[in-house]
């Protein structure tokens, strides 16, 4: 006699569920003019490469706890022990709230792109649950899922306020601004004359690794006439507040 036994269903298994900025699409060049008869073809203009802040913290969350904004990329492995196809939902859920919120459910692909503009800034946990409903009947069907833990959503800009010039005979200025950031902290400044170059700045302290920093910094002497100073800032989730003053050097 030969005895044959089904193979009990058994439930999806995670390995692991990660968050990280989701990736930015690449710019479109900027199209290169055709050359005139008899002129020489024209050459693209080499991009400008940035300028790292001598005064600022690492600009990307190595920790899965974040900062993020904008756009998070949820990412995830997750196996079946019957090796049944699978799909998946994704909830997500703020630390102050109890019910888990639908972000996609019936996904293929082990990833989900979300807007975080759609939620206020705060700290929220990723549940991803699957099923292996495609390949069994809705009786038999099998869940497995997993939660993240609490990472912060920080979408709202830092500000820069009372943003003064005071010029000295020589023509330098002094320039003095308060800069804060309600959300996960500053970590970069920088000014720029008349449209130019971005230089960078530290606050009074000698580090932005804080809410709230004080500026007061020296610009070299400019020539007479009428110029704009403009001091940006950026929090850890690179979210960038600025502020503009006006001013004539006699």
Request: charged share 25%.
């Amino acid at each position: 006699m030969i005895l044959s036994y089904a193979q009990s269903n058994r439930r999806p298994v995670f390995s692991q569920v990660q968050i990280q900025s989701a990736p930015k699409p690449p710019r479109r060049p900027m199209p290169t003019p055709a050359p005139q008869p008899g002129q020489m073809g024209l050459q693209p203009p080499m991009p400008a490469q940035p300028t790292p802040s001598r005064a600022s913290k690492a600009q990307a969350p190595l920790s899965p706890r974040g900062p993020f904004a904008e756009t998070i990329r949820i990412s995830w492995q997750a196996t079946d022990p019957n090796k049944d196809d699978l799909v998946y939902a994704v909830y997500f859920r703020g630390e102050d709230e109890k019910t888990w919120k639908k972000l996609q459910d019936k996904l293929n692909a082990a990833y989900y792109d979300w807007d975080t503009h759609a939620v206020p800034d705060g700290l929220y946990r990723i549940r991803v649950v699957a099923s292996d409903a495609p390949t069994n009947p809705p009786a038999e069907a099998e869940e497995g899922e997993k939660t993240t833990e609490a990472f912060l959503v920080d979408n709202t800009p830092p500000t820069v306020a009372g943003l003064a010039v005071r010029i000295a005979k020589d023509k330098s200025l002094a320039v003095t601004a308060q800069c804060s950031d309600a959300g996960s902290g500053l970590a970069e400044g920088e000014y720029a004359i008349d449209g130019g170059e971005w230089t960078s700045l530290a606050p009074v302290d000698g580090l932005f690794d804080s809410q709230g920093e004080a500026l007061d910094f020296k610009v070299p002497a400019l020539e007479k006439g009428e110029h704009t100073l403009v001091v940006r800032v950026r929090d850890q989730a690179e979210n960038s507040g600025a502020a503009k003053v006006v001013f004539t050097v006699e």
